[in-house]
Nanobody, 124 residues
């Protein structure tokens, strides 16, 4: 089974930054799209950023464009989510997920491989 482990979450003030890491094993990033998803309090899980297999393209929801960046380090087999200018509405549990496909997908149930999630809290 493919494994994904998130790290780097925590508490940050509005306007601050965090970098989340998704350490992967059991597969190659060249053949899997990697997405970051967020589940806020009382909300459904939703994709926020995605990196296509091979790292050729990225996708972001409108609310994080210009603030979040998804990228990967192939040597470390790790995908990152750099989050800048954080807002309270960014608060939630962040999950990384893998999909054996070139393109990302907004259909959350279609993503078969998930990390356990990590809490990000943006509050003053």
């Amino acid at each position: 089974q493919l494994q994904l482990v998130e790290s780097g979450g925590g508490l940050v003030q509005p306007g601050g930054s965090l970098r989340l890491s998704c350490a992967t094993s059991g597969f190659t990033l060249d053949f899997y799209a990697i997405g970051w998803f967020r589940q806020g309090p009382g909300k459904e899980r939703k994709g926020v950023a995605c990196l296509s297999s091979g790292g050729g393209s990225t996708n972001y929801i409108d609310s994080v464009k210009g603030r979040f960046t998804i990228f990967r380090d192939n040597a470390k087999n790790t995908v990152y989510l750099q989050m800048n200018s954080l807002k309270p509405e960014d608060t939630g549990v962040y999950y990384c997920a893998a999909l054996e496909n070139y393109y990302c997908s907004g259909y959350v149930p279609g993503w078969p491989y998930w990390g356990q999630g990590i809490q990000v809290t943006v509050s003053s």
